[in-house]
């Protein structure tokens, strides 16, 4: 009986625990993801391939060793490469990467 009160307790901890953290990952009080809401359009983003230190300094989350890095390893298919290949931490990425565009050269 003991395990079965056990087992239900741990049952029930699996099933709450991941959707209550999921739930209140990077949301305001509305409810509305942070940077989703205050993410500047398309056209108004950082683009990661050209920017300045200045430039990219102005990305929300962005710090000037964050940045250095962004520089260092250009060029980037897409934003989705500065997690993919390293260069910023998830986290970091979080809150970057509404504010952030990659263009890529005409050929």
């Not at 741990?10 to 625990?17: F, H, I, Q």
């Not at 940045?67 to 390293?86: F, I, M, N, S």
């Amino acid at each position: 009986m003991l395990s079965l009160l056990r087992f239900s307790l741990l049952a029930a901890l699996l099933c709450v625990c991941p959707s209550v953290d999921a739930a209140h990952q990077d949301h305001g009080n509305a409810g509305v993801p942070q940077t989703a809401a205050s993410a500047p359009p398309a056209e108004k983003r950082i683009d990661i391939n050209r920017a300045s230190m200045d430039e990219l300094l102005k990305v929300p989350g962005l710090t000037r060793s964050w940045a250095e890095r962004v520089v260092r390893y250009r060029p980037y298919r897409t934003k989705q490469d500065l997690l993919e290949k390293g260069v910023v931490s998830g986290p970091v990425y979080d809150r970057i990467k509404d504010f952030v565009i990659a263009h890529h050269d005409k050929q």
